[in-house]
């Protein structure tokens, strides 16, 4: 299936209504976080939980890419995503919105590189693994992981890397399927 080559009305709708349950989602994930944080500061796990958390705030992109299959979905559901996370009081406010901006640009590098007309494991995977590597190079210096040691960046790293695969990848596929089964999208399977 070919993509599309213009946003529709349609397409406009999908994102935002994509966008809108995001930024609510991500609301909820920015309290998971705060509650993770504090139980696992104790032991010395603090750094780790953020980018355990990761791939819940970079689900939106891939999402939105494959319900409308349009360049820019994935970057706009996530910006504005991350827009409505910090209006609805999102812990991490405006920061909130670079994130958004990073995961964004990471994903539709990953979709680009297939020229935007694939579908598939492949495109998921290769745009977690490009929104990982964006996001985590962000970190560096948004967020300071400049001043950490080797071992921990690279543990930080791969930690990211599994969470953004397992929900951008897994659970994107899950949902993607099952909102195929709804009857709401027309011939828009996995490839």
């Given at each position: 299936?070919?993509?599309?080559?213009?946003?529709h009305?349609?397409?406009v709708?999908?994102?935002a209504i994509?966008?809108?349950?995001?930024?609510?989602?991500f609301?909820f994930?920015?309290w998971?976080?705060?509650?993770?944080?504090?139980?696992v500061?104790?032991l010395g796990?603090?750094?780790?939980?953020?980018?355990a958390?990761?791939?819940?705030?970079?689900?939106g992109?891939?999402?939105?890419?494959?319900?409308?299959?349009?360049?820019?979905?994935?970057?706009?559901?996530?910006?504005?995503?991350a827009?409505?996370e910090s209006?609805?009081?999102?812990?991490?406010g405006?920061?909130?919105?670079?994130a958004?901006?990073?995961?964004?640009?990471g994903t539709?590098l990953?979709?680009a590189t297939?020229?935007y007309?694939?579908?598939?494991?492949?495109?998921?995977?290769?745009?977690?693994?490009?929104?990982t590597?964006?996001?985590?190079?962000?970190?560096?210096?948004?967020?300071?992981?400049?001043?950490?040691?080797?071992?921990?960046?690279?543990?930080?790293?791969?930690?990211?890397?599994?969470?953004?695969?397992?929900f951008?990848?897994g659970?994107?596929?899950?949902v993607?399927?099952?909102?195929g089964?709804?009857?709401l999208?027309?011939?828009?399977?996995m490839?």
């Amino acid at each position: 299936m070919a993509i599309n080559s213009r946003w529709h009305l349609q397409s406009v709708i999908e994102v935002a209504i994509i966008s809108i349950f995001l930024g609510g989602f991500f609301v909820f994930s920015d309290w998971l976080y705060t509650l993770v944080y504090g139980l696992v500061t104790p032991l010395g796990l603090a750094p780790f939980v953020g980018d355990a958390l990761f791939g819940l705030w970079c689900m939106g992109g891939s999402l939105a890419f494959m319900v409308v299959r349009l360049p820019g979905a994935a970057l706009i559901s996530e910006i504005v995503g991350a827009l409505l996370e910090s209006m609805f009081g999102g812990t991490f406010g405006i920061v909130a919105l670079f994130a958004g901006f990073f995961q964004g640009i990471g994903t539709e590098l990953g979709f680009a590189t297939f020229k935007y007309k694939k579908f598939n494991f492949a495109s998921l995977t290769l745009a977690a693994v490009l929104s990982t590597i964006v996001t985590f190079t962000s970190a560096l210096f948004i967020h300071g992981y400049i001043h950490f040691q080797l071992g921990l960046l690279l543990g930080l790293f791969i930690t990211r890397l599994v969470s953004n695969l397992i929900f951008s990848v897994g659970v994107v596929t899950l949902v993607y399927k099952l909102f195929g089964r709804t009857g709401l999208s027309t011939d828009r399977r996995m490839k």
